[in-house]
């Protein structure tokens, strides 16, 4: 057992409850003071963003996402037009002085026809309702409810989805055959399942039809109620088919991520006077403080492992779990809990270090470190020059996870950090990022592309420009540079895709205070089985030489 000093840990950040502002349910500090550049700031991201937007629209609209090496383009996401999709509350916010390409693309997306996928491709129920289903719900929300033709798009695409639940199911299906109404009969992940919840809610408060909200948030009271492998934090895998878990790995990163992010969202953005949702986050973070927080040998950087099927902890950290500092920061403010919000920032700062060691100035895919209790990672012995890499930097990049595939989540989290504390540090690191974006993604063709190896300052290519690049990384380094009134995390909650919903005012605190009681949750029980592949580019193209 690895004891940990939670008093040690805030001491070492230097933080106070002063320093943090007014904790509760108010989450951004009272005032920020932007620095002086950050008008020049904010300009420098309108013109990432317009050399981005330009060469997809002139190289890859109505298509899903721009190839920028090969100069053309991938369907990925069904055909519909992923990136002008994802990316209209980025463009009504970011680019707001653009009201027509905004107007031109919400033409476009009033015109999709929904109920047919426009590839041979199953549809993502994950992925449509973050993308599709948000972007269009949120700019129908941050341009003033002018335009209901999005509310009916969504409702379209709302009710095509619904068909991932058959046979009484509370999990959907994860994949589902648009054009034969048909799921695929498969395994699932409390990501895909238990990330629905803001939007369909949101859907069902439009259209009127409460089936929406019903379907989605008793998918999560499902999730909730099942065995645990530790205390309120489910096993990643799930089978609709039994509503039953899967394996037994417990992870913050891909395949359970999302499930835990929402959690909290979803308690805050309804107000809802039913604990259960604070009370399981908080259930599952307390957990996580007991069981997975580990500390490096080297620079003292805190990390969250991961616990495998067999109960053994693994020692890796992903971009894609880096998400999980800003949903610590946040779910603190809204718990009152200032232990967990100092921890989110600890977090925050490990995450970030991944960025500040490469070459690149830019993290990678996947990491592994060294505590007290070990270095186990599951994927062999670190190598000399791991090691190496690690004495020089409290991490090392995994192999094979070298690449950054122009993710959002360390930006994510630095966002909500600089928001709930107006330490200037957060931004400074908002402009490195941005700077190394425009130094190392910048190909020698159009626009930006992911890179193969962020500690390389010569890396390959990678030839996809996912959506997401408009929708999450661009927008939250512009509201790091922005005005924090304009879309305060006090008015706002943001979908897993940065798409901002429209918050009610908040109540006093969240949840009851207290974690769950083992006697709330069944005996854990799991089967074996496949589980889906995590956050991948379903279309991943070749790399391409620098």
Not at 415 to 433: E, L
Not at 508 to 537: C, M
Request: proline share 5%.
């Amino acid at each position: 057992m690895v004891s940990w000093s939670l008093r040690s840990l805030v001491l070492g950040l230097g933080l106070s409850a002063q320093a943090l502002g007014v904790l509760g349910a108010r989450v951004q500090a009272p005032s920020i003071t932007l620095p002086r550049e950050a008008a020049q700031r904010r300009q420098d991201l309108k013109n990432i963003f317009l050399t981005s937007w330009n060469a997809y629209k002139e190289l890859a609209f109505p298509h899903d996402d721009l190839t920028p090496i090969s100069e053309s383009f991938t369907d990925g996401r069904n055909g519909w037009g992923a990136s002008a999709v994802d990316a209209l509350s980025t463009l009504v916010r970011v680019h707001s002085d653009a009201l027509e390409i905004f107007e031109e693309m919400v033409e476009f997306a009033s015109q999709i026809d929904f109920t047919i996928s426009h590839t041979t491709d199953t549809v993502s129920i994950f992925e449509t309702t973050i993308r599709y289903l948000a972007g269009m719900l949120s700019a129908y929300e941050l341009s003033g409810k002018k335009y209901p033709a999005l509310i009916k798009q969504a409702e379209i695409l709302g009710t095509k989805m619904s068909e991932a639940w058959i046979n009484g199911n509370k999990i959907p299906f994860g994949e589902l055959d648009f054009n034969t109404s048909t799921p695929v009969i498969q395994t699932s992940n409390i990501a895909e399942a238990g990330t629905l919840t803001l939007e369909w809610s949101r859907l069902a408060e439009y259209t009127g039809n409460d089936t929406f909200r019903a379907l989605a948030e008793n998918s999560v009271r499902q999730i909730a109620s099942l065995g645990t492998p530790i205390p309120g934090f489910p096993a990643q895998g799930i089978d609709p088919s039994t509503g039953e878990s899967v394996g037994a790995y417990v992870t913050w990163g891909g395949g359970s991520d999302s499930y835990l992010e929402y959690l909290i969202k979803y308690a805050r953005i309804t107000n809802t006077n039913d604990n259960l949702f604070a009370d399981t986050w908080h259930t599952a973070v307390d957990s996580s403080i007991h069981t997975l927080l580990r500390t490096s040998t080297v620079g003292n950087h805190t990390y969250l492992a991961d616990l495998d099927d067999s109960g053994t902890i693994r020692h890796i950290g992903s971009h894609l779990a880096c998400f999980m500092a800003g949903n610590w920061i946040l779910g603190g403010k809204l718990l009152n809990n200032n232990t967990i919000v100092n921890i989110g920032l600890a977090l925050n700062e490990g995450c970030w270090n991944t960025y500040a060691s490469t070459a690149t100035g830019i993290g990678p895919e996947a990491f592994g470190y060294i505590s007290s209790d070990g270095d186990f990672t599951g994927s062999g012995d670190p190598s000399a020059g791991n090691l190496a890499f690690y004495d020089r930097n409290g991490f090392y990049i995994l192999p094979g996870d070298s690449d950054y595939f122009m993710r959002p989540e360390v930006l994510e989290s630095n966002f909500y950090a600089y928001r709930a504390t107006g330490n200037p540090q957060y931004f400074d690191r908002a402009v490195s990022a941005m700077d190394s974006f425009a130094t190392f993604l910048k190909t020698p063709t159009v626009a930006f592309a992911p890179i193969d190896d962020v500690d390389s300052t010569d890396s390959d290519f990678i030839d996809d420009m996912e959506s997401f690049w408009f929708a999450e990384v661009l927008k939250y380094l512009y509201l790091t540079f922005d005005d924090p009134n304009r879309i305060s995390l006090d008015n706002f909650v943001f979908n897993t895709e940065a798409h901002p919903f429209i918050a009610p005012p908040e109540k006093n605190v969240y949840g009851s205070g207290h974690l769950r009681a083992a006697s709330e949750f069944a005996p854990f029980k799991s089967t074996s089985g496949p589980i889906p592949l995590v956050s991948f580019s379903p279309k991943l193209p070749n790399k391409i030489p620098n």
